[in-house]
C-alpha cells in the first residue's frame, strides 16, 4: 500500500493534468460554450499546479520508475516542464486569438490538455507499450485539434491529412516495435542493449532484422518531428490548422516527438554498462540520422524560399529546424542530446514568438500572406521589432538564445567528426536567413502602411516577454544550459 | 576608468542607442543631440588613448609580455569571464594593430551622424541602429576573445541591413539583403573554423591560439580525422574558412560584386562607414584571427594573396573606369585600393605589412571623403551621372578644391597619405626578393596609371569643360559639410607629410606579428 502511494506520489503531475482535462471540460458543459475564456483560465491554473509539482520533482533528482513503467527522472521533467509552458502560451493565444470568437473553444482546452497528457507519458517511459500509448494519446488529440474549425474546408482537409499520414505513420512504428520485441523478447529498452540483453545477441548474429525494425521505429518519430521523407503532411496540416494548434504542433508536439526519439535512443544505446556491438551499431543509426538531418534542412529551407504565406513559411522553417535538432540526435553522445534539447528550449521562444506574432497579424490582416504586411512594421513597431530577434535567432546569429543552440550543435558535430554536416548546416543559415528576411523585409523595408494596426496589448505582452527572453537568454546561457545537460541523468545510470 | 576604457568606447553607444529609444520619435533634435554625444564621447576617449594612454613597446616589452602569456602585447586588456562552461571570456585590448582602427571607427561614425543631420528621412530607429553598428564595429577590433569577436562581427550586420534596405536608393532592398547574405555566408565558415580552433586548442582566447599556433601544436591532432581531410592539412582548412570569411568582407575578388551595390543603394553616411571602417575589418581580421592561427597555411597561400590582391587592384581600377555613375566609381576604387592591403600582407616583409595596414588607415580616410564628395553632389543634383555635370568648378570652387585634394589623396600623390602606404606595400612587395613578387609590382602599377585615369577622368567630366547652365543655381559646399570633410582631408594631408604618427605605433607590434608568423617558416 505504502508503496503504491509513492508511486501516486511520482505520477502527481499527470494526476494534476487528467484532473484539470476533465474539470475543463465538465465546465464548458456547465457555462454552455458561454464566456469560454473562463475555462482558459481553469487552465492556466492547472498547468501552473502541475509546473508546481513538476518543480517539486526537479529537487529530487535520483531517477525511479513507477509501478515498472513510468519513469520519474529529469529527462522527463524536461520535456514535461517544455510541454506545460508551451502549452500555457497556446492557451494565451487561444484566449487572444480574434478569429476563435465564433468557434466553441471549450472544448479546445480539454484536447490540449489530452495532448498534453499523452507527452507526458511518452516522453518519460522505458516501456515501449506505454510509450505507444502516450504517443496515440497525442497524436488522436492532435488529429481533433487540426481540424477543429469544422466549417473551414482547409482544417477539415488538414485534420484528414494529418488523420491518414499518422495513422500510417504510427502503424509502421508500431509494427517495428512488434519486431523488436520479437528479436529481443523484452518491451523494456533499458534491458536490450546491456550485456546478456536480446539485442546483444541479436546484432551478433544479424544485425539486418534489428535494422529494420530500427528504421521502421525511427520512421514513425521521424513523422511526428517531420524530419524528410515524412514530413509532407507539415505544411499542409500546419496551415489548414488554426494558428493556436499550429504552435502547439510545431513546438511541443515536435519537442514530445524528439522527446521520444532521444529517450528511445538513449535508453538502448547510451546506457551506462551498454554492449559493444550495441554501441557500434548505435554510431551507424547515427550516421543515418546524419544524412536525414541534412536532407531535412536542405529541403525545409529551399521549400521555405518561395512560400508566400508566413504560416507556410514558418511550417516548412519547422522542418528545416527538426533537421538542425537531429546533428544533436545523430552525434550519438551525451553532449550531441544536450545540445538537441538545448536547442529545443531555445526554439521554444523563437518559434512560439513567431507564432505569436503570425497569430496577432492574422487578427489584423484577416490572412497570413507576408505581402499583408507590407509596411505593417511602422503601424505594430513592438511586436515587429521583437519580431526581429525571433528571426535573427531562428537563423542562428548572436546574440540570440538560436545563436548559442546551433553553436552547440556545431560543437558536438565537429567533436564527433560530422564535418560535412556542419558545414551543410552551416550554410542552410545562409539560405534560411534569405526567407526570414523576407518577413523583416515586408515590415520595414516597405513605405508605411495606409492602414492601422489593432492593439493588441496582452498578446504584444507575451510575444515581447518571448523576445527579451530571446535576446537576454543569448547573452546569459548558464541557466538554459545547466538545464539541459541535468536533463541527461537518464543516460548515466 | 582607464583600464575600462575600451568597455566604455565600445558600449556608450549602446547606451546612446537605449536613450534614443526613450526618447519620443517627435523630438528629432533630442535624438541627433544624443546621437551626437555618444559618439563624441568614444571619439574623445579614443583620440586620448592613442595619442596619451598608449604605451609604444619595444622588444624587451613583448619578450616580457611573451611570457606573462600575452604574445600580442596587449593594453588596456580588460578579462572578465563571460560563459564559464565553454570557456568564453569578455576579453579586450588593443596593440598596435588594432589601436588606429579604433580611433578611425570613432572618428568616422561622430562623422556620419553629422553627415546624417542632412538627410531628412533620418529619424529614431536610424541613429538608434547607427550607434548599434558602432558598438559591433568597436567591439570587433577590442575583442580578444575568438566568440567575442564573432558576436560582435555579426551584431554589425543587421543594423547595416536596415540601414541600407531603409534609406537606401531605389533598388535598395536588393543591396541589402546581398551584402547581407554574402556576410553571413563568409561568417557561417569562420563560425565553423572557430568551432574547430577551439575544440582543438581548448580556448578562445586570441593571443592564446597565436602562441600555439606559433609553435606549431594547432594542427587539429584533438579532432577525430582531422590531421588531413580529403587531402588538406587542418590548418589549411582553418586558413580558408577563415580567409574567405573575411575576404568577403575585403572585399577581395572574386567576392566584391556586392560592394558596388551596397554602395550605390546606401545613403551618404552610410557609404562613408562602409567605406571607411566595415571593409577594413576584413583586413584586419586576417591579421589578427587568421594568420596567426595558420602560419603554415599563409606561407603555402602568400603568393595566391598577392595575386589576389593584384587582380582587385587592377579589375578594380579598369572597371572603376569604365563607370558613369560617381558613386559606383568611388566603390570600385575601394576595391582597387584594398587590393594593396592583400598585396602587402602576402609580400610577407617589413614594408610590405605596414604598408598594408597603413593602406587600411589611409583608405578609411579618403574613401570616407570621397563618397562625402559624392553626397554633396548628389544632395545638389540628385543623380550621379559622370557625363551630365560640367563647369562644376566655376559654380563650386570651394568644393571643387577639396574634391580635388580628396582625388589626389586617393591616387596616391605624393605627399598625402595614399602615396606612402601604396609606395610602401609595392617597395615591400618588390623586396619579397622573388621574381614573382616584383612580376605581381609591375602589373599592380597598372592599377596605379588606371586609378590616375578614372579619378582625372572623372574631375575633367565633372569640374572642368563647358559650364552646365541646368546647375548654376548649386549652392557652394556649406559649413556641415564642410565640418564633415574637413577633418578627413585633414588627416590624409597630416599622414601624407608625417606617415610617422601612424607607423611608429603600428611598427613594434607589426614587427612581432612578423616574427610570430616568421617562426614557423
Redesign the interface.
Known amino acids: 500500500m505504502n508503496a503504491y502511494l509513492d508511486g501516486l506520489r511520482g505520477l502527481q503531475p499527470e494526476i494534476v493534468m487528467t484532473i484539470t482535462a476533465l474539470a475543463a471540460l465538465v465546465f464548458d458543459l456547465v457555462l454552455k460554450g458561454r464566456e469560454s475564456r473562463r475555462v482558459g483560465y481553469l487552465t492556466l491554473a492547472g498547468l501552473a499546479f502541475t509546473a508546481w509539482f513538476l518543480l517539486g520533482q526537479w529537487g529530487d533528482s535520483a531517477p525511479r520508475t513507477v509501478f515498472g513503467m513510468v519513469a520519474v527522472d529529469q529527462f522527463g521533467n524536461f520535456f514535461k516542464l517544455f510541454t506545460v509552458a508551451a502549452l500555457a502560451m497556446v492557451v494565451l493565444f487561444v484566449m487572444h486569438d480574434q478569429r476563435e470568437r465564433e468557434h466553441g473553444v471549450g472544448e479546445y482546452y480539454f484536447l490540449l490538455l489530452g495532448a498534453a497528457i499523452g507527452v507526458f507519458f511518452m516522453v518519460s517511459t522505458n516501456n515501449l507499450l506505454l510509450m505507444v500509448l502516450g504517443f496515440e494519446l497525442l497524436s488522436l488529440a492532435s488529429y481533433s485539434l487540426a481540424g477543429f474549425h469544422k466549417g473551414d474546408r482547409k482544417s477539415a482537409e488538414a485534420a484528414m491529412k494529418y488523420v491518414i499520414f499518422g495513422g500510417l505513420a504510427t502503424g509502421i512504428m508500431l509494427y517495428g516495435m512488434s519486431l523488436l520485441y520479437g528479436l529481443t523478447g523484452t518491451i523494456d529498452l533499458a534491458k536490450m542493449g546491456v550485456e546478456g540483453g536480446g539485442l546483444v545477441t541479436q546484432l551478433a548474429k544479424s544485425p539486418v532484422p534489428v535494422g529494420i525494425a530500427m528504421v521502421l521505429i525511427l520512421a514513425g518519430f521521424a513523422y511526428k518531428v517531420s524530419v524528410a521523407p515524412f514530413h509532407f503532411w507539415t505544411p499542409d496540416v500546419y496551415e489548414g490548422a488554426p494558428t493556436p494548434v499550429t504552435t502547439f504542433l510545431a513546438v511541443a508536439s515536435k519537442a514530445a516527438g524528439f522527446g521520444v526519439m532521444l529517450r528511445f535512443l538513449g535508453a538502448i544505446f547510451l546506457r551506462p554498462g551498454v554492449a559493444d556491438n550495441v554501441a557500434a551499431y548505435g554510431e551507424r543509426i547515427g550516421l543515418l540520422l546524419a544524412i536525414l538531418a541534412a536532407i531535412t534542412m536542405t529541403l525545409g529551407n529551399f521549400a521555405a524560399l518561395r512560400q508566400t504565406s508566413l504560416k507556410r513559411m514558418l511550417a516548412y522553417s519547422s522542418i528545416a529546424h527538426a533537421g538542425y535538432v537531429l546533428i544533436g540526435v545523430a552525434c550519438m553522445t551525451e553532449q550531441g542530446f544536450g545540445a538537441a534539447l538545448y536547442y529545443l528550449a531555445a526554439y521554444y521562444f523563437m518559434n512560439l514568438g513567431a507564432f505569436g506574432f503570425l497569430l496577432y497579424f492574422e487578427g489584423v490582416n484577416g490572412n497570413d500572406s507576408v505581402e499583408s504586411l507590407k509596411g505593417m512594421g511602422f503601424k505594430a513597431p513592438l511586436i515587429s521589432c521583437v519580431m526581429?530577434a525571433f528571426l535573427?535567432s531562428l537563423?542562428g546569429?548572436?546574440?540570440t538564445v538560436g545563436?548559442y543552440g546551433k553553436?552547440l550543435l556545431?560543437?558536438e558535430g565537429?567533436?564527433?567528426?560530422l564535418?560535412w554536416l556542419?558545414?551543410v548546416a552551416?550554410?542552410n543559415?545562409?539560405v534560411s536567413?534569405?526567407y526570414y528576411?523576407r518577413v523583416?523585409?515586408a515590415l520595414?523595408?516597405a513605405k508605411p502602411a495606409e492602414r492601422e494596426a489593432a492593439p493588441a496589448p496582452v498578446l504584444t505582452g507575451f510575444v515581447t516577454a518571448l523576445g527579451v527572453a530571446t535576446v537576454v537568454l543569448g547573452l546569459y546561457?548558464?541557466p538554459l544550459?545547466?538545464w539541459a545537460q541535468r536533463s541527461l541523468d537518464v543516460l548515466r545510470g | 576608468m582607464q583600464d575600462q576604457i575600451l568597455s566604455w568606447i565600445t558600449f556608450i553607444p549602446l547606451l546612446g542607442m537605449a536613450v534614443i529609444l526613450l526618447i519620443p520619435k517627435t523630438s528629432l533634435n533630442a535624438i541627433k543631440g544624443v546621437s551626437l554625444a555618444a559618439t563624441f564621447v568614444p571619439m574623445v576617449m579614443a583620440t586620448w588613448l592613442y595619442f596619451g594612454g598608449f604605451r609604444h613597446l619595444t622588444q624587451g616589452d613583448f619578450d616580457q609580455a611573451r611570457v606573462a602569456g600575452d604574445i600580442l602585447a596587449s593594453q588596456f586588456v580588460q578579462r572578465i569571464p563571460w560563459i564559464d562552461s565553454i570557456g568564453v571570456e569578455y576579453y579586450v585590448g588593443v596593440d598596435g594593430l588594432s589601436i588606429a582602427l579604433v580611433w578611425l571607427t570613432t572618428i568616422l561614425l561622430f562623422i556620419g551622424v553629422i553627415a546624417s543631420f542632412g538627410m531628412e528621412k533620418a529619424g529614431k530607429a536610424y541613429y538608434a541602429l547607427l550607434l548599434m553598428l558602432q558598438v559591433g564595429i568597436s567591439g570587433v577590433f577590442v575583442s580578444l576573445d575568438l566568440f567575442l569577436f564573432y558576436v560582435f562581427w555579426e551584431i554589425m550586420l543587421l543594423p547595416m541591413y536596415f540601414l541600407i534596405g531603409i534609406w537606401g536608393g531605389p533598388r535598395r532592398e536588393y543591396a541589402a539583403i546581398k551584402f547581407f547574405l554574402y556576410t553571413l555566408a563568409g561568417s557561417v565558415l569562420m563560425l565553423i573554423a572557430i568551432v574547430a580552433l577551439r575544440l582543438d586548442s581548448g580556448t578562445f582566447s586570441i593571443p592564446k591560439l597565436t602562441e600555439i599556433a606559433a609553435q606549431g601544436k594547432l594542427l587539429g591532432a584533438n579532432l577525430p580525422a582531422a590531421g588531413e581531410l580529403l587531402g588538406m592539412k587542418f590548418s589549411t582548412w582553418v586558413f580558408w574558412f577563415l580567409f574567405v570569411g573575411f575576404a568577403i568582407k575585403v572585399p577581395v575578388f572574386p567576392f566584391h560584386t556586392w560592394l558596388p551595390d551596397a554602395h550605390v543603394e546606401a545613403p551618404t553616411p552610410i557609404s562613408v562607414i562602409l567605406a571607411g571602417i566595415l571593409l577594413k575589418l576584413g583586413g584586419y581580421g586576417m591579421l589578427r584571427a587568421c594568420f596567426p592561427f595558420a602560419p603554415d597555411a599563409f606561407h603555402e597561400f602568400a603568393y595566391v594573396l598577392a595575386i589576389l590582391g593584384v587582380i582587385s587592384i587592377v579589375y578594380g581600377a579598369f572597371v572603376a573606369l569604365g563607370q558613369t555613375d560617381f558613386k559606383k566609381m568611388v566603390a570600385y576604387s575601394s576595391v582597387s585600393h584594398m587590393g594593396y592591403v592583400l598585396l602587402g600582407m602576402g609580400a610577407f616583409t617589413v614594408w610590405g605589412m605596414e604598408g598594408a595596414v597603413l593602406q587600411m588607415f589611409n583608405h578609411g580616410t579618403s574613401s570616407a571623403a570621397l563618397f562625402l564628395i559624392v553626397g554633396v553632389l548628389y544632395d545638389r543634383a540628385h543623380h550621379r551621372d559622370l557625363n551630365a555635370f560640367g563647369g562644376m568648378s566655376q559654380i563650386m570652387p570651394r568644393y571643387w578644391a577639396l574634391t580635388t585634394l580628396g582625388f589626389f589623396a586617393a591616387l596616391g600623390l605624393p605627399g598625402l597619405a595614399g602615396f606612402v602606404s601604396e609606395a610602401l606595400t609595392l617597395i615591400g612587395a618588390y623586396q619579397a626578393g622573388d621574381a614573382r613578387f616584383r612580376t605581381l609590382v609591375f602589373i599592380s602599377l597598372l592599377g596605379v596609371v588606371f586609378t590616375a585615369a578614372f579619378l582625372l577622368w572623372a574631375m575633367q567630366r565633372v569640374f572642368l569643360g563647358q559650364k552646365n547652365e541646368k546647375y548654376a543655381g548649386f549652392e557652394e559646399i556649406n559649413f556641415r559639410e564642410l565640418v564633415c570633410q574637413a577633418p578627413l582631408l585633414f588627416l590624409c594631408i597630416l599622414f601624407g607629410i608625417l606617415p610617422a604618427f601612424l607607423l611608429d605605433w603600428m611598427h613594434p607590434s607589426v614587427q612581432n606579428l612578423l616574427s610570430i608568423l616568421g617562426a614557423k617558416a
Do not use: D, E, M, R
Open positions: 526581429i535573427v537563423t546569429l548572436p546574440p545563436f553553436y556545431f560543437v565537429v567533436n564527433q567528426g564535418y556542419v558545414v552551416a550554410l543559415s545562409v536567413l534569405f528576411l523583416a523585409k520595414f523595408l546561457v548558464p544550459v545547466a
